[in-house]
């Protein structure tokens, strides 16, 4: 299962925000959104192969966490207002510690980056940066963990998380910054030719 984890350092944690305000009153909600359809939307189809998380550090609350499971989901359109309803049904329900189900492939918890990559003993961690090693030299396979900012890069603490992890590459896409969307679509290609 190839997964997805971006983080949102300023995006909303409370699902009280207007569907008509995506990029303004959420903290830049949007980016985020534009990333669930990169990981899942085909021509005619979802991936069912892909997860993704989508780890929310914005105001009001403490963290919050959404994960997105294709082989699970349903009602996913293409675009970023639907989508956006989706996230903010499970932003309103009261999360804890616990991943608690929102809608079908949707689930929401309070947890942070280091509770989440806890559940992934045993994988390799594909971090996206900018100043990374080239694509080119890297074997990507469908188990990979690939990690990025949404509108922000990581901030040292996060870093150091992930350069703890027993088993990391620290890869770039190429020679030009891409959005995060963009940088998911890249990578999938690459493993949809690699296959």
């Known amino acids: 299962m190839t997964t997805f984890v971006v983080i949102g350092h300023k995006v909303t ?30 021509s005619n189809s979802i991936r069912r192969d892909v997860e993704l ?3 929310l550090l914005g105001e009001p609350r403490p963290p919050v966490m959404i994960h997105l499971k294709g082989q699970e989901l349903k009602y996913l359109n293409p675009d970023e207002r639907s989508t956006g309803a989706l996230v903010k049904n499970a932003l309103m329900k009261t999360a804890n510690d616990v991943w608690q189900k929102s809608t079908p492939g949707i689930y929401v918890a309070r947890k942070n980056l280091a509770d989440v990559l806890a559940e992934f003993t045993g994988r390799r961690i594909v971090y996206l940066k900018e100043e990374g090693s080239s694509v080119s030299d890297a074997a990507l396979t469908g188990n990979d963990i690939f990690i990025l900012g949404g509108k922000d890069d990581l901030t040292s603490e996060e870093e150091e998380i992930i350069q703890n992890w027993p088993n ?28």
């Open 13 to 42: 944690t409370e699902g009280k925000f207007s569907l008509n305000d995506l990029s303004g009153s959420t903290g830049r909600l949007d980016v985020l959104l534009r990333c669930v359809n990169s990981a899942f939307m085909l």
């Open 53 to 55: 998380y989508l780890v």
């Open 168 to 195: 990391t590459l620290k890869i770039s896409l190429g020679p030009i910054s891409l959005h995060a969307d963009h940088c998911i679509t890249v990578a999938l290609n690459r493993l949809d030719n690699s296959s």
